[in-house]
């Protein structure tokens, strides 16, 4: 697409972070926290990369927790390989990014949005490698998607559709988020910059046509059955993934805490850091 460049080596050297290499492509990673910590992994949502978590790291490395974040391929810094991207393809990402950074040990998983749906299908296909769950506002019950929305699955409508309709809506919505001071000025620049890299709007027209974000109740069945220690974290006015889809997790996973938080939108996870962090801090220390 005209004025997209591609995210070559020699553009990563002058960007942030750690880079890594596995089979679908080269991952943008970063750890934080004190190196003999319990490792928790963080896993972001469809369009916001790894720094959707900055409010919410320092309050787990502060509690002693060695925190690993990381690009989605098609977002931030990371490659953006042809997909489909479906739920195979992102259950692999992140095992295979466990075995290149040498996690050999359970770890606890914290998902947002997409992220949630990808660590339940994780739990439920790998359970020996998964300690605790914290689910932000996870996908799996979107079964009120817009209609405007089903037209990214009819070809050629929906490229047209996503990149003149949706992909200036998604930065919009995340420049009236910085706005008002929920997300950071630092934020909105790394939002906005991943665009500037060819092929991440593809990645997220790749991701809606194929991603069964309305029904993973097998997965979330199949959780439950594992009796892991799971919080389901959402907010009351979240527009995105509307709540009702919290009481339809736990009546999946009964044994689940959960957290509600009032007048929350879908960014709770900075807008409302200090509730959020403090319910993922009490699911990780949970035995």
């Not at 890594?20 to 934080?32: D, M, P, R």
């Not at 990381?70 to 992140?94: A, M, Q, T, V």
């Not at 665009?195 to 790749?206: D, H, P």
């Amino acid at each position: 697409t005209g004025g997209e460049k591609r995210l070559t080596d020699d553009e990563r050297s002058v960007l942030a972070g750690s880079y890594i290499e596995i089979e679908q492509g080269v991952i943008h990673y970063t750890w934080h926290g004190p190196e003999d910590g319990p490792v928790v992994v963080m896993v972001h949502g469809f369009s916001t990369p790894q720094f959707v978590f900055d409010r919410n790291v320092p309050a787990l490395v502060e509690a002693g927790y060695r925190v690993l974040t990381f690009d989605h391929f098609g977002r931030g810094y990371s490659d953006r390989p042809h997909g489909p991207y479906d739920l195979d393809f992102y259950d692999k990402e992140l095992a295979d990014l466990l075995v290149a950074l040498g996690i050999s040990e359970p770890v606890s998983l914290v998902g947002y949005s997409l992220g949630g749906g990808i660590v339940t299908v994780f739990t439920a296909r790998h359970p020996e490698k998964v300690k605790r769950l914290v689910l932000i506002s996870p996908v799996g019950f979107m079964d009120d998607f817009p209609w405007v929305y089903r037209l990214v699955c009819v070809p050629l409508v929906g490229e047209y559709f996503f990149a003149v309709i949706a992909k200036p809506d998604l930065i919009k919505e995340f420049r009236a988020a910085e706005k008002i001071g929920h997300a950071t000025t630092s934020m909105l620049e790394r939002y906005e910059q991943q665009f500037e890299y060819r092929g991440a709007w593809k990645a997220m027209l790749s991701t809606v046509r194929h991603y069964p974000m309305d029904d993973l109740t097998s997965y979330y069945q199949r959780v439950a059955r594992e009796q892991k220690p799971v919080m389901v974290i959402w907010g009351t006015a979240d527009e995105t993934v509307s709540v009702s889809g919290a009481d339809r997790v736990i009546e999946a996973i009964a044994h689940a805490e959960k957290e509600i938080v009032s007048d929350a939108g879908h960014g709770l996870l900075y807008s409302h850091s200090t509730i959020v962090n403090g319910a993922v801090l009490k699911c990780l220390s949970s035995p």
